[in-house]
């Protein structure tokens, strides 16, 4: 017989809510704890606050070690990292070392940190994990399963590799975050302002893990990851969900992290990213509304496209559920894994058990 794990959900955001659906689906999952940072929130049902259109009997709140005399087997950590690194770092460092398992969408760095940040920004989880004896494991789709276990598995049938080329091509417009699009990513600013996201070093803090990884798992020591980044301004004064693009503002965002080796580009991570469709048409296009991409050049040359939708038919919605059931299915094999720190390269194939519906 399965055993059922018991599960702290930590946040009702653009991810947090799709993990307490996919929670709640999952017949080895008991959510039986969730966290929220917004007072207003404290004291509601997590199937209210999830959109489920139905209580859980699981009422939320702001009290951590409430939440940990739960002794829950996992916490399932969506909240935002990115404008507050060392508060979330922190956080980890706390569930891990009270002997709870983490798998979280962040910090991003976290997929696979070594070679990437300093080791006084892995130390303190990894020990406070393997202290607790528990795992932490940090992933999504991106950085996360379109850009580690997805191209891993394509070179399995690969004779020779020149180059591995791992895209997000899609359109932000209906992502309703307006700090990532405004204040980190730099969308809707003048184009001779640099955001956070193009600060230098930025780019490979949040996504040189995926260029280290992919280089760890075939085996390639690299000699440097390099930075690129081209954008383009709005032809015209258009709405999106998290605001409004004035023209002549920053509508589209290309960049690449390049893993050089003996003068090679041999790994790239890239992105682009429009705010509306007829930006860039030179730039690459995606599949349908829009695709992780994987591209192995050697022989013989591979083309992977990773079409997105939702139910709702938007492509960004599906991109959420995606992160969220990437961490909500990796909770046995995170559980179950050894103490410490946990990549990709560490797990079995995580799958879609006993989600098909009868």
């Known amino acids: 017989m399965s055993r059922t794990y018991r599960v702290v959900a930590w946040s009702t955001g653009n991810v947090g809510r799709h993990a307490i659906a996919g929670i709640d689906v999952r017949p080895d999952l008991e959510l039986v704890g969730l966290w929220v940072s917004n007072p207003d929130k404290v004291g509601k049902d997590a199937g209210e606050l999830a959109g489920l259109g139905r209580h859980l009997d699981v009422i939320a709140t702001n009290d951590v070690d409430e939440l940990l005399a739960l002794?829950?087997?996992?916490?399932?950590?969506?909240?935002?990292?990115?404008?507050?690194?060392?508060?979330?770092l922190a956080?980890?460092?706390?569930?891990?070392?009270?002997?709870?398992?983490v798998v979280s969408s962040g910090p991003v760095f976290l997929q696979y940190p070594f070679g990437v940040v300093d080791d006084s920004m892995i130390d303190p989880v990894r020990t406070a994990a393997i202290d607790g004896g528990v795992s932490l494991f940090v992933n999504g789709v991106d950085p996360g399963f379109a850009n580690d276990a997805l191209p891993l598995v394509l070179t399995g049938v690969s004779e020779r590799i020149d180059q591995v080329?791992?895209?997000?091509?899609?359109?932000?417009?209906?992502?309703?975050?307006?700090?990532?699009?405004?204040?980190?990513?730099?969308?809707?600013?003048?184009?001779?302002?640099?955001?956070?996201?193009?600060?230098?070093?930025?780019?490979?803090?949040?996504?040189?893990?995926?260029?280290?990884?992919?280089?760890?798992?075939?085996?390639?020591?690299?000699?440097?990851?390099?930075?690129?980044?081209?954008?383009?301004?709005?032809?015209?004064?258009?709405?999106?969900?998290?605001?409004?693009?004035?023209?002549?503002?920053?509508?589209?965002?290309?960049?690449?992290l390049r893993g050089i080796r003996n003068g090679k580009v041999v790994i790239v991570l890239e992105h682009v990213t429009r705010l509306h469709d007829a930006l860039g048409p030179d730039w690459p296009q995606p599949a349908g509304h829009g695709c992780y991409r994987v591209q192995i050049i050697g022989e013989p040359n591979y083309t992977l496209d990773l079409q997105l939708v939702g139910s709702d038919g938007d492509h960004n919605t599906a991109g959420l559920k995606a992160t969220a059931m990437r961490l909500v299915n990796a909770v046995p094999a995170v559980v179950e894994g050894p103490a410490g720190l946990l990549t990709a390269l560490d797990l079995p194939p995580i799958t879609g058990r006993g989600l098909v519906s009868t």
Do not use: C
């Open 71 to 88: 002794k829950p087997d996992v916490v399932v950590h969506t909240a935002m990292a990115d404008n507050r690194l060392m508060e979330a």
């Open 91 to 101: 956080d980890l460092e706390r569930i891990l070392r009270a002997g709870v398992n």
């Open 165 to 256: 080329r791992v895209s997000e091509v899609l359109n932000y417009n209906t992502y309703n975050q307006p700090m990532v699009i405004f204040d980190i990513m730099g969308f809707g600013r003048p184009m001779d302002q640099v955001p956070l996201i193009l600060l230098p070093g930025v780019l490979t803090t949040a996504w040189g893990s995926v260029v280290r990884q992919l280089a760890a798992g075939l085996d390639v020591e690299l000699d440097s990851v390099d930075e690129w980044y081209e954008r383009l301004p709005a032809t015209e004064t258009f709405e999106v969900d998290a605001g409004t693009i004035e023209k002549g503002t920053v509508g589209a965002l290309h960049f690449e």
